[in-house]
Nanobody
Framework: QVQLVESGGGLVQAGGSLRLSCAAS????????MGWFRQAPGEEQEFVAA????????YYADSVKGRFTISRDNAKNTVYLQMNSLKPEDTAVYYC???????????????????WGQGTQVTVSS
């Protein structure tokens, strides 16, 4: 079945950058929208970014707009989250997710995604 594996998390100083990767397998990757969510300590999971099945449309949470960029390489079955100008408030476990249906709209709600990775920790120090 569908498997998603995140990588690229780690410890970085405020103002630094990280690139997260999410490798997908198990179904035709190029037909499905993808998203990134995060969960900070003591907080509920929140939406971060989404990208359409074609890569032609993206959407970002206000908290990361202008700093994060979501992209995908369908030939590599991989979606990325480039994170620049990182802040301590960005500290969280970041999760990759795949849409439940092919050719769907951009999704911002957790329940609209069917498949999830295990998460990767991002820690931003002051």
């Amino acid at each position: 079945q569908v498997q998603l594996v995140e990588s690229g998390g780690g410890l970085v100083q405020a103002g630094g950058s990280l690139r997260l990767s999410c490798a997908a397998s198990g179904r035709t990757f190029s037909k499905y929208g993808m998203g990134w969510f995060r969960q900070a300590p003591g907080e509920e999971q929140e939406f971060v970014a989404a990208i359409s099945w074609s890569g032609g449309s993206t959407y970002y949470a206000d908290s990361v707009k202008g700093r994060f960029t979501i992209s995908r390489d369908n030939a590599k079955n991989t979606v990325y989250l480039q994170m620049n100008s990182l802040k301590p408030e960005d500290t969280a476990v970041y999760y990759c997710a795949a849409d439940a249906i092919p050719y769907g709209l951009l999704r911002v709600v957790r329940q609209e995604y069917a498949y999830w990775g295990q998460g990767t920790q991002v820690t931003v120090s002051s």
